[in-house]
């Protein structure tokens, strides 16, 4: 039974007249206000109404109150959440969406709390922060996201897994001698009243490793840790296109080669320089169009990379071949997985 309460959607969709209903009854089976507070917070939890309040609707239940509806009050009715007000809210809001309550009391000639009620209970409004994003793309750049979703879906409908299976993407990513773990990762069970678990922020170690890795649908192809002091240009990144990943490709994926490659990166400039679209032009590598500011089309981005970075959190190593073979574990252990 308590599992059905605790999963139920509807357990905070009392009013304060169900609750008051939920009251009589229970003094009905001769249940005390203890008694019956300990029920309601059983389901309604941070909802139900305090003792001091369940104490007063037993002693008018025992005292023989039948109605449980609130008893009109005298004075005047409370106009602060008519339409006149709403609109002034409205209106107010409508030169700066980021006004306080304070200064739209002040514009409305309203109370502090009016106001609150009025965009709370009225017009169903909350405070919303704003959320971090890569970059704010311009409605071209947006135009430019869907058509190329909307091309790669139309291929996929037409050619099937001949399609994927083609497919090569890669990209580089940092691997640190120390990388914390995430929230989700140090979570742990506990009592429901047990606090929280605490961690201490840290840093990521000073020592890194850039890696740069290709794979296709079938797992990676390429896994090539750049020496510590290396820096990635063009004449480097087609190099390892020549040296490394081109035999790698023929050594794993025979066949590939003469069935037609299609071939994704991001439009980091490294790899959009001539010398590299040079390269895979002579190859006869199609390149697969990636949109600007677009990582979460990356494959590299929303899953390959994320996936090594969980195997490797929590570890600390203390040498560049550490972090190398660590990274080159993570990766098997990818691929024993898919």
């Not at 139920?8 to 005390?32: E, M, T, W």
């Not at 507070?37 to 001091?52: C, F, G, M, W, Y």
């Not at 195997?311 to 574990?329: C, N």
């Amino acid at each position: 039974m308590a599992g059905i309460i605790e999963s139920s959607p509807a357990h905070q969709n009392f009013s304060r007249y169900d609750i008051r209903v939920i009251i009589k009854f229970s003094v009905i089976l001769g249940k005390d206000a203890s008694c019956i507070h300990k029920d309601l917070v059983t389901v309604l939890r941070e909802n139900a109404p305090s003792i001091q309040t369940v104490r007063k609707w037993v002693k008018a239940v025992s005292e023989g109150r039948d109605d449980m509806e609130d008893e009109p009050r005298p004075g005047r009715p409370v106009t602060a959440c008519g339409d006149a007000n709403i609109s002034k809210v409205l209106v107010s809001l409508s030169d700066d969406r980021r006004k306080t309550c304070e200064e739209i009391s002040t514009e409305a000639s309203m109370s502090r709390t009016s106001v609150f009620r009025v965009l709370t209970n009225k017009l169903n409004k909350k405070t919303k922060f704003s959320k971090w994003v890569l970059h704010l793309l311009t409605d071209e750049q947006k135009e430019s996201r869907v058509n190329f979703s909307r091309n790669f879906l139309r291929r996929f409908q037409t050619e099937q897994n001949d399609f994927l299976g083609r497919i090569i993407t890669g990209d580089e990513t940092w691997v640190y001698s120390w990388d914390p773990e995430t929230k989700r990762q140090s979570a742990e069970w506990r009592d429901f009243d047990e606090p929280r678990p605490e961690k201490v922020r840290r840093q990521q170690g000073a020592l890194k490793v850039m890696h740069m890795i290709f794979f296709d649908m079938n797992g990676v192809i390429l896994r090539w840790p750049v020496p510590i002091g290396t820096t990635i240009n063009a004449q480097y990144y087609k190099k390892v296109l020549q040296d490394k990943l081109r035999p790698a490709i023929r050594k794993k994926r025979p066949g590939l080669l003469e069935s037609g490659i299609l071939f994704h990166h991001d439009n980091a400039p490294v790899h959009t320089a001539r010398a590299v679209t040079d390269v895979l032009a002579g190859y006869k590598w199609e390149l697969l169009e990636h949109p600007r500011y677009s990582p979460d089309l990356a494959p590299c981005d929303f899953h390959l990379f994320p996936k090594i970075n969980e195997h490797l959190r929590g570890q600390r190593f203390e040498t560049e071949e550490d972090i190398i073979q660590a990274t080159k574990v993570a990766i098997k252990n990818l691929d024993k997985c898919s």
